[in-house]
């Protein structure tokens, strides 16, 4: 069994928000201090979302979890990046 403690919570058979937040929040609000986010609290929130919502993905990729929340977080920040269009 993986000792990260995002794998393991994308493992349990549902998703437990109150496991999952801790896991992946040091992970989320480096990233959102890397892309200088202004947000960093809605930016892990809507990772953290798309997590929930994409879990079955994230079986299928057979990626470790970090490598795939990862992914998820760049393709957030690309969005968080993008000027708003008029």
């Known amino acids: 069994m ?3 403690p995002l794998d393991a919570c994308l493992r349990l058979p549902t998703i437990e ?6 896991a992946a929040a ?8 890397r892309h200088t986010l202004p947000d960093p609290e809605d930016f892990a929130y809507q990772v953290l979302s798309r997590v929930v ?3 079955d ?3 299928r ?14 393709q957030v920040a690309q969005m968080h990046a ?3 269009s008029a």
């Open 2 to 4: 993986s000792r990260c």
């Open 17 to 22: 928000v109150p496991l999952l937040v801790p």
């Open 26 to 33: 040091p992970l989320l609000f480096a990233l959102a201090r």
């Open 53 to 55: 919502q994409e879990r």
């Open 57 to 59: 993905c994230w079986f």
């Open 61 to 74: 990729s057979e990626l470790p979890a970090r490598a795939w929340v990862c992914g998820l977080a760049m």
């Open 82 to 84: 993008r000027p708003a």
